[in-house]
Antibody
Framework: QVQLVQSGAEVKKPGASVKVSCKAS????????IHWVRQAPGQGLEWMGW????????NYAQKFQGSVTMTRDTSITTAYMEVSRLKSDDTALYYC??????????WGQGTLVTVSS | EIVLTQSPGTVSLSPGERATLSCRAS???????LAWYQQKPGHSPSLLIY???SRATDIPDRFSGSGSGTDFTLTISRLEPEDFAVYYC?????????FGQGTKVEIK
């Protein structure tokens, strides 16, 4: 069965970086884009971008260009999302999700990133 | 960027009642590339509907999606206790992918 398992919660200081991982299993990793979505506490869902695991190509929402980097390691079927220059309003749950005809069928369990001095 | 506006923000209904949720786009959604997700507290979102009207695998037929262009609807024909949750629409026809702000379906 398809599973996306994310890394554990993080606490970071403002200005630091955080890298979240998303380990995929149960399907051919390079066949489906991985998307990243975040959800601030008590708020809605915000799409951040996607990575094509086959080519490594990426597409970021304009808001996150320059501060977010998505990568992957096909040898261990894992996608990564790094946010740099963290601010307090980057405090959120970060989800990875697997593409399904453009929508997001399979989701990771979420990784809470807390930015606090 | 396509802005999705969901209404109402919150709806209070009883089990067995019908729920009608609206999602309006600021411009036409390409190829009806519109999805609906359900999210319960403490859980990841789950896909209900894609392509505006296709149910995802194992989604009960009390959930149905309709609409095209700029106006879309999610209907829950008879609310079950497990259906009380927040629902989001999302368009994936153009970049950036965008979500609506959500509709909370709460127990009356």
């Amino acid at each position: 069965q398809v599973q996306l398992v994310q890394s554990g919660a993080e606490v970071k200081k403002p200005g630091a970086s955080v890298k979240v991982s998303c380990k995929a299993s149960g399907y051919t990793f390079i066949d489906y884009y991985i998307h990243w979505v975040r959800q601030a506490p008590g708020q809605g869902l915000e799409w951040m971008g996607w990575i094509n695991p086959k080519s490594g190509g990426t597409n970021y929402a304009q808001k996150f260009q320059g501060s977010v980097t998505m990568t992957r390691d096909t040898s261990i079927t894992t996608a990564y999302m790094e946010v740099s220059r963290l601010k307090s309003d980057d405090t959120a749950l970060y989800y990875c999700a697997r593409d399904f005809l453009g929508s997001f069928y399979f989701w990771g369990q979420g990784t809470l990133v807390t930015v606090s001095s | 960027e396509i802005v999705l506006t969901q209404s109402p923000g919150t709806v209070s209904l009883s089990p067995g009642e019908r729920a009608t949720l609206s999602c309006r786009a600021s411009q036409s959604v390409s190829r009806n590339s519109l999805a609906w997700y359900q999210q319960k507290p403490g859980h990841s979102p789950s896909l209900l509907i894609y392509g505006a009207s296709s149910r995802a695998t194992d989604i009960p037929d009390r959930f149905s999606g309709s609409g095209s262009g700029t106006d879309f609807t999610l209907t829950i024909s008879r609310l079950e206790p497990e259906d009380f949750a927040v629902y989001y629409c999302q368009q994936y026809g153009s970049s950036p992918r965008t979500f609506g702000q959500g509709t909370k379906v709460e127990i009356k």
